[in-house]
């Protein structure tokens, strides 16, 4: 039997390479203050009818469920996140400032970096319209890039507003209602061919070189950045945003800021989208709510690969997914010790060490190719000399002979939560 398409399996040194993404999101986000929240995978298809975007709706993994429901497989947060915030808004302190780590699902064409299911963190910031809520949202959206060791040579925020292309849609006579018509010609510029782009503008009476004038405004001359860029500045961020008017975004949604993120060598699809949603809430309540909004996703496929890719950046996620495996192996060098090194690892784990042994008797050889084998950071000799024992670090072979307490200090235990006399 084959996966589907656009599916992936996770052995374990995928499954640790994806949580070596996650924890480090995770760690990010709640330094940057965010709470983690969730909600269902599945979800009435009426929640994305509202506002998700042309494209989106056609990329639905979308069936009728048992009790002829109408049901999605979430493709991304923002419409779910809007529910579970209107519903109880009350209860929570503004600014709400929320994350989460889940998979999400489109019907995609597969291609490198886009797949049919994902995950994504999103990270929002609702109840302020600001632009030091902007700011505040930018600022960790680089630091959730600069988590895994990238730099302002590796990655990029582009940025732009809206609002730029909606007055220079009103300047040029047209009504506000064709804007989204209008955005979607600009977010196809950089794939489509100039000619296609020209016929499309053709529908606005607008020439190509026209767009390329406004495209071209330079970035002082643009109205509406200065509180933002202000801010930016202060928190050392410039190197890492650039303003962009070929950036709006696909999702019909946004309001306001909108940016995504991408590698410098642009060799890569987009690692991260966001903006500022200020309708959205009101929309899925039908009214009873209205709180200004504003956040991003990054995926973790492009993220993935962009890790592969940066060779410091690989080295990093490697050192950090065998660190996570194994601290330590316990050997038995003297089977009739076998009682104390069973009852050693039973303490090590109890106190948070990863900890692995033989479950048989084994020649000690074999033992040390076994924790080799298995990327343990210690091999722990349990033999003759009990109580003390060696301790041999596997990476650069440096032995030396501890006593109990040595130990918990050596591998970083507290002594303070040992519950059995002996360590
Ligand atoms: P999005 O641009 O659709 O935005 O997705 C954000 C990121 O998710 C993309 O930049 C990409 O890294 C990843 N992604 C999207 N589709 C796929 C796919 N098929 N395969 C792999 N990765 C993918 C949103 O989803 C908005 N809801 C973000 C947001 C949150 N806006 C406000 N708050």
Redesign the pocket.
Known sequence: MQKLPGFRDFYPNECAFRNYIFETWRRVARNYAFQEYDGPTLEPTDLYRKKSGEE?KTQLFRFNDPGERDVCMRP???PT?TRLVAARERDFRKPIKWFSIAP?F?F?KAQR????E?Y?I?C?LIGDASPAADAELLALAVALFRAFGLTQSDFYVRLNNRELWARFLTDRGFPPERLSEFLAIVDKLERDEESTTAKKLGAFGLSLGELKQFLATPTDQLPGFEDLFRELRLRELEPFIQVDLTIV???DYYTGLVF??FDRSRQN???????R?DGLIKTVSDGAVDLPA??????????GNLIEEIESARAWAEAYCRAARLQAFVIVAAEERRPEALKLVEQLRSRGCATDYSLHPMKVGKQFQQAEALGAQYALVVGQEWPLLKMKRLADRVEETVSLPELTQKLGLSPAYVPHPYL
Not at 269 to 275: I, S, Y
């Open positions: 989106l991304e947060m923002t996140l999400f489109r995609e970096g886009r797949l049919r994902f994504q999103n929002d975004r696909g999702l995504e993120v699809r987009a690692l991260a989208g966001g903006g949603y504003a956040g991003f996703a990054i995926g973790d496929v492009v993220l």
